[in-house]
């Protein structure tokens, strides 16, 4: 049973539903009912043409559930002189999906949620423990959000950036319950990336892959966050850099400079330094100026002064960081890295300890209580 | 099968036996202490007594109704509040006394020297759905 074929026809064959006159929300029943008969039924024998078999299932449970409707008496009648499925495959279909599911109209939870059952493929079950809610929330959710999004039509290009958005929120979200999020959101980014020429999403593939091949090493056995400088660069996956710099390297030829395709550069310029002292720091303040220019984000600003901490000394990366408001997430974390590097030990202490106090989460806060410890044990108390 | 919050404190509670502030600690005895939460968790889950376990921000937001068509109201946080909590772990267990031991293996976890923290944890049993059979 081939579940990564299943999961990739998914799109495809829920927008052949809809493009024959399925409503969006009862074609995404049909498509789940359909993938669960074809767990069923594949292993004894798989069809020789897959995507046709699931349009042929899907429309057929679409056709039930709206006879066994009798409110629908009259659009049953119309569905039934629609021809009968043959061989499918519209890229542009999926495209439509994508922009569907991340709708403006969809809160960015709901668009997420959507986004994983309608183009991924996973199951409510699947999407409720990788979020970690009950159940019957996440089911909740995204029958409000296929209720949002039920008016829209699927015949105008949407905007990628939304699209982007979700997928990117997807990525971070990182890994819990048996859905891997990351390798999901790197397998919707790249069959984004097939069905549309774009720059930035490729901009934002090349930035997932270059941060997942550092995956095995950003934990300790024990769990706790290993920070880049001290990662053991051995266990980085040297085919996913490869193709993330290849794949970044096409966008940027392009000339059309996004947010996502600088930020992977920054990834690019790590994943390029065999050695955490041979990192081009020069070189990455300078796409951090440019990210400063295309989103004058605070939390740019913010990475920036770090760059320019390792660029030009931790004293000019504390006047890049003066400027900025201390209520920023992780402000005092960066404060207390420049203030160790600039040798105020007591004071570097003192921000870990703050730092961790404010930390958004359980491995960080970890992290830098270990960071103010192993300071206040280097001085005599 | 009962189920039990353990709570745990960031201030309120009685002061722990080894009571050092965990930056005092050194790293080895911080992972020390994070491996052996982790570890008893997942052993309760093998046994099929773990429900949830998660952990607070130390700061948060009072909030309260403040009358039709207004905002809410929303004070704090305050620094000198008494009790703060610092996280909690559901269990369902067949008896009080598994909950105490339980908890006493939990306020055991390691702390600076490596020694048991002793730290107090609240434990409070959920008020459950009445049952079929009353008499």
Redesign the interface.
Known sequence: MDEALLRSLTPGVLAALVRRGADFAAAEDAVQDALVEAVRVWPGERPRDPKGWLITVAWRRFLDATRSDAARRRREDRVEVEPAPGPASATDDTLQLYFLCAHPSLTPSSAVALTLRAVGGLTTRQIAQAYLVPEATMAQRISRAKRTVSGVRLDRAGDVATVLRVLYLVFNEGYSGDVDLAAEAIRLTRQLAAAIDHPEVAGLLALMLLHHARRAART?P???LVPLAEQDRTKWDTRAIAEGVHVLQLALARDRLGEYQAQAAVAALHADALTADETDWVQIVEWYDELVRLTDSPVVRLNRAVAVGEADGPRAGLAALAPLDPALPRHTAVAAYLHERAGDLATA?RL??EA???A?N?AER?HL??R???L??RRPR | MAKYLLLKHYRGAPASVNDVP??????E???AH??YM?EFAARLEKTGEFVDSQ?L??EGTFVRYDGEGRPPVTDGPFAETKDVIAGWMVIDVDSYERAVELAGELSAAPGAGGRPIHEWLELRPFLGAHPTVTE
């Open positions: 300790a024990d769990g706790s202490a870990y300890a961790a106090h404010r958004p359980l970890a209580t270990g103010a410890a192993r206040n044990a | 965990m930056a005092e600690w050194t790293p005895e911080i992972s994070v491996r982790n952990a921000a130390p």
